[in-house]
């Protein structure tokens, strides 16, 4: 695409992530490649890969605006409150990445034929969590896994990348218990990229790319936890943030 540098895959280099072109959605540059070094170095400086085929290259982005969530800020509906407490849901974390992984890519996206979760990001983020950075959220009901999400932790912030739900709200409640676990952790911020109407339902909020690229600066300074989560049920929902 005109406008923007092509990256060699041999130097793991990215440009100032505030050159990003606003239009369209902040795309900073392609090319390099999706190894577990490109994609940590990505993530920690406000970037993260998104397109749409494997047969083209890979697109790097760090929009203007990012969607933000602050853990056990998320809002919750009095129905999702009662979902929460009686829905004969199961929680685990990190039991089944892969299943995940593949669910968020098959489910169906508004205005969209295809996914940007091609088999190539697939595998590269199976890799992640192999190493004990990415990590998953999966929602059970009757055995069968009805939702879920995936994302990569970073020092005190955890990097989201998809969610799917075949059961009513199953990925709102992967996503509850996600920010609690988060809390628990002393984790900062969650990052859910680019803003969208569904997210804003949840409690997630814009923020300046000066200012999440701020945050990402100290969050740097912070260690990692390598590791399967060691899951600990979250508490019931309460009505602090109930809209």
């Given amino acids: ?3 923007i540098p092509f990256l060699n895959k041999s130097t793991v280099q990215f440009p100032d992530p505030n050159q990003a072109l606003d ?9 390099g490649d999706l190894t577990v070094e490109w994609l940590l170095t990505a993530y920690s400086f406000g970037i993260f890969p998104w397109f749409n085929s494997d047969d083209e290259p890979i697109y790097w982005w760090s929009p203007k605006t990012r969607g933000v969530l602050e853990p056990g800020q998320m809002r919750i509906t009095r129905s999702l409150r009662k979902r929460i407490r009686n829905a004969p ?6 039991e089944n990445f892969d299943k995940v992984i593949e669910c968020c890519a098959n489910a169906p996206r508004n ?24 990590h998953s959220i999966e929602v059970w009901l009757d055995d069968k896994l009805v939702g879920g999400l995936y994302g990569i932790a970073l020092g005190r912030m955890f990097f989201g990348e998809s969610m799917f ?13 996600l920010q609690q676990h988060l809390l628990a952790e002393h984790y900062s ?17 814009p923020m300046a790319r000066t200012e999440f690229l701020a945050r990402l600066r100290t969050n740097r300074d912070k260690p990692t936890k390598i590791g399967h989560w060691t899951w600990r049920p979250a508490a019931t929902a309460s009505a602090d943030n109930e809209r």
């Fill in 1 to 3: 695409m005109a406008g």
């Fill in 23 to 31: 239009e369209p959605d902040g795309l900073l540059a392609a090319g």
């Fill in 89 to 94: 849901f199961r929680i685990t974390a990190d």
């Fill in 111 to 134: 205005d969209q034929s295809g996914t940007w979760i091609t088999q190539r990001m697939q595998s590269a983020y199976l890799e992640l969590f192999q190493q004990g950075v990415a």
């Fill in 165 to 177: 739900s075949h059961s009513p709200d199953a990925s709102k409640v992967a996503f509850y218990h």
């Fill in 189 to 205: 911020l969650i990052d859910c990229q680019m803003m969208n109407p569904h997210l804003e339902t949840l409690g997630v909020h």
